[in-house]
């Protein structure tokens, strides 16, 4: 739950460093982690590449045997078989007509009541090509989970300009999304709601019990390997405006750090929207590998799981990502 600090009216704030300056060095833990997760995406493509092809040859074997039983029916079965294929077909496209229409009707409605979270976009020039990347398919995936929630929050993209702007603009429908999108930041957007600004940092000492249907919450959007600690609490602090961190520490005990990634952020604050219980929304988006101390004993353990759950929480993105793509 980082952010990062911009120019404002003019002048560079301290933690908004210098552009041309050289990028810090990476601690030995970073460039473990960075290391790590090089190894991940590489497993991933692999992967991505095996499911490719398996899914060819998956498509190929159907449609073998699809014209292997059309080939041992008489013309009036062959006729009866087709039609049936092609009601079903047509009852799952009323299906999905239907569930998306009203998604649609559910993420309007939000636009008047829902409760209003910002995705806080101003600090790409903080973060690289692949960061980049990295956050716009979180973003995905929150506006993907969003969609699909009972009653989905009206989500704000301010900052939203530069290289992030572009890469979410190649997304396909992404002109179609009903989701607030402003090139000005946040403190433009609501300048008649500064009062009612909170920015989420798990830096903050004061801790967010309840989600005030009057309250903007905002949520830092930066991919920085563990670079910029503690930029969101000093964003919001030059900017005068309320913090809070969510209650994590009140229903379990974390691994490492309380910072979690956009998405996991966003889909917890979504889940208490639905259910009202800080404790079933966390340990239903915090990955297990989180949530305890790992000690020399169990690190082989733990990576396994971590790797597992890596996999899974691919997947499910992936499956909001193909949704998407094909709205």
């Not at 090089?38 to 014209?67: G, I, N, P, S, Y």
């Not at 008489?74 to 039609?83: F, N, S, V, Y």
């Not at 030059?238 to 990634?261: D, H, N």
């Amino acid at each position: 739950m980082e952010a990062t600090q911009n120019k404002h009216n003019g002048q560079e704030s301290p933690s908004n460093p210098n552009p041309n300056r050289q990028p810090q060095p990476l601690s030995k833990s970073a460039q473990k982690k960075l290391l790590k997760q090089k190894k991940f995406e590489a497993k991933k493509a692999e992967k991505k590449a095996l499911m490719k092809e398996q899914k060819q040859r998956d498509a190929e074997r159907k449609r073998k045997e699809w014209e292997e039983k059309l080939a041992g029916l008489t013309e009036d079965e062959r006729l009866k078989l087709i039609d049936s294929r092609k009601e079903l077909r047509r009852e799952r496209m009323e299906k999905r007509s239907d569930e998306r229409g009203q998604k649609i009707q559910r993420l309007i409605q939000a636009k008047e009541t829902g409760q209003n979270i910002v995705l806080d976009l101003e600090f790409s020039h903080l973060m690289t090509h692949s960061e980049i990347h990295s956050l716009v398919q979180q973003i995905m995936y929150c506006y993907a989970v969003n969609g699909r929630c009972s009653f989905p929050a009206h989500l704000w993209l301010t900052g939203c300009k530069a290289e992030i702007e572009t890469q979410l603009r190649r997304i396909p429908g992404f002109d179609k999304w009903i989701i607030e999108k402003e090139n000005q930041c946040y403190i433009q957007a609501f300048s008649d709601q500064k009062d009612h600004l909170v920015y989420l940092t798990a830096d903050s000492e004061t801790v967010l019990h309840e989600l005030d249907p009057t309250k903007v919450y905002i949520v830092g959007g930066l991919v920085d390997r563990n670079r910029w600690k503690g930029i969101t609490m000093k964003k919001a602090e030059e900017q005068g405006i309320r913090t809070a961190k969510l209650p994590i520490a009140s229903y379990m005990k974390m691994s490492s750090s309380q910072v979690l990634t956009v998405n996991q952020v966003i889909e917890i604050l979504l889940k208490f929207l639905e259910t009202r219980d800080w404790k079933a929304s966390f340990f239903q988006v915090i990955p297990q590998r989180k949530r305890y101390e790992a000690d020399s004993e169990n690190c082989e353990e733990v990576d396994g799981e971590e790797c597992k759950e890596e996999n899974e929480e691919s997947e499910r993105k992936k499956k909001c990502i193909e949704v998407l793509s094909h709205e």
